[in-house]
């Protein structure tokens, strides 16, 4: 009984959401910003090492 109910109440929560709504579209998108973040601030982190090598 437990099962069915919590099928029906799962069932409601993904039928009562927005088209447009996409949690994972979402979570990816904050993944990959996060990702370019890290990755523009490796590549400043050693622009900058080579410049103090040059100097």
Do not use: H, N, Y
């Not at 949690?23 to 490796?42: P, Q, T, V």
């Not at 590549?43 to 090598?53: E, K």
């Amino acid at each position: 009984m437990k099962f069915v109910m919590l099928f029906l109440v799962a069932a409601l929560v993904v039928l009562m959401a927005e088209p447009g709504e996409c949690f994972l579209k979402k979570l990816w998108g904050s993944i990959k910003a996060a990702a370019k973040g890290a990755r523009d601030s490796w590549r400043g982190r050693a622009c900058l090492q080579t410049q103090r090598f040059q100097d």
